[in-house]
């Protein structure tokens, strides 16, 4: 265990209710942490209410995907994952070079430099990215764009729905951090960086602290020598231990926590979720990697 790292207990609970029951309804969850360079997930549990044995996978991106299938009626699906989650900051921590154009059109990474589903390269985000960045394309006016973005837009839990486009955002003048991250990607990409969306949580600053609320989301921007940095335009600046990172995509389609399909005539409402990121001691954070390695040994042995 890293002594610079920090350990969090995660608690990420949806339930999905349907207006009568449907049968069989199927389910991706993206809701594994991922064990990317200084991330690393200690434990890691999806339970399933009625139940049912996930299949994961690895997605084009990285992210590790639980397939849950329920095949009997249910008018109700609960899933709670429990997962312990050690993070710390990359050390030697340097600002990504910029990208010649011609070099990045022949690399993989150009993919996030392109408009994607939710972040349209439009008229509106191109004047915003010549008024804001003009022609620094230097990775600090990407860091100048994070703290600016909070101060220009005020965050208002209910102001946008997950549905929101970036033109919601500009028109309203408020969202949350889902939509301050589609409007940096569409700046950041405009500006000629490949940048992607992170979804993921904000985890509490003193030890044994807790923090409930809902997910985080924020951006990663690729340099020239292929290093992802990132930052946080919501809160400004750069990202820390605290933000524990899930999945990864071109924006928030790409890494929905949830999504699925059912047989059926119901109507869903709306998921209800709830998230508590709790901060771990080094005792507490060994205890639980000992006892996920027996459980995993016994496994093994059966």
Known sequence: MDSHALTFAVSHHTILRYSEAVSPSYNEVRMRPRDRGTQRTLTFALITSPPAVPRSRVDFFGNT?????????????AMAVETVVESALPRGRSSPAGW????????????YALASPRV???????ALSREWIGDDRSFDALVELSMLIPREFRYLTGATTV?????????????????FSHLFLAVARHAGWPARYVSGYLGP???HASTSGVSHAWVE?????????GLDPT???HVGPHHLRLAVGRDYGDVAPHRGVFYGTAHASTPEVTVRVTRMSERAARTA?????LYWQQQQQQ
């Open 65 to 77: 995907v639980h397939r849950v299938d329920i095949g009997d009626p249910h008018d109700t699906l």
């Open 100 to 111: 010649d154009p011609a070099t990045l059109e022949r690399d993989a990474r150009l993919e």
């Open 120 to 126: 349209p390269l439009g008229p509106s985000t191109a």
């Open 163 to 179: 549905d929101s486009s970036i033109e919601d955002l500009l028109g309203g003048g408020a969202g949350v951090c889902q939509d």
């Open 205 to 207: 600053e003193g030890e």
């Open 221 to 229: 921007v690729c340099g020239a020598d292929g290093t992802w940095a």
């Open 235 to 237: 809160h400004g600046g």
């Open 289 to 293: 990697e000992r006892g996920a390695a």
